[in-house]
């Protein structure tokens, strides 16, 4: 058989192996979506300064560095996170009981239960400093 006749069976299979490809990659990005953004840090109040080592100790694995997301959580400087969308309850509520996936595709985030309120409200301050200083309030 010549490559003319050939041609449109090597056609369909370049068609469907690069559909093929095309969907996997969509399907592999929205496991791992890369939404992490570029936070500027400010000077920082004595309380903040402790938010943000119990922050790196608890928090940074999943959302990055000063909280500006990785590939296993999302940035917590970004606007649905502001103090009308998510109060200093949310942020409380997370670290007691955890949050069910539904803003991203991370999956859901486990209870952080050896932070303390007193210390989530630590992380609060330092966030929300944070925040004001990237435009977010
Ligand atoms: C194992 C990963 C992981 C760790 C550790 C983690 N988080 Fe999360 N967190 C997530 C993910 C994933 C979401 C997004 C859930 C979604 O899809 O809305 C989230 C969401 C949140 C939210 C939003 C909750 C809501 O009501 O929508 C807050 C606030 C938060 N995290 C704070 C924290 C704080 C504070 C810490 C540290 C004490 C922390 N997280 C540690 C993975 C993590």
């Known amino acids: 058989m010549s490559i003319m006749a050939n041609l449109p069976k090597y056609l369909v299979i370049a068609v469907t192996v690069g559909s093929v490809i095309v969907i996997v990659s969509k399907m592999t990005k929205s496991n791992k979506p890369d939404v992490s953004v570029a ?8 309380e903040a300064v402790q938010g943000q080592q119990l922050f790196d100790d ?5 959302h990055g560095k000063s909280a500006a997301g990785s590939d296993k959580g999302p940035p917590l400087i970004h606007k649905i996170y502001e103090p009308n969308h998510h109060g200093d309850g ?10 069910r996936a539904h ?14 309120p007193n210390e989530v409200a630590a992380i609060v301050r ?3 400093e944070l ?4 435009g977010i309030y």
């Open 58 to 62: 608890n928090c940074s694995a999943c």
């Open 103 to 116: 803003h991203w595709k991370f999956g859901n985030m486990p209870a952080q239960p050896q932070v303390k």
């Open 126 to 128: 330092y966030v929300r």
């Open 39 to 46: 936070v500027n840090v400010p000077a920082l109040s004595k």
């Open 90 to 99: 949310a942020f409380q509520m997370a670290a007691k009981r955890g949050a």
């Open 131 to 134: 925040q004001r200083a990237n």
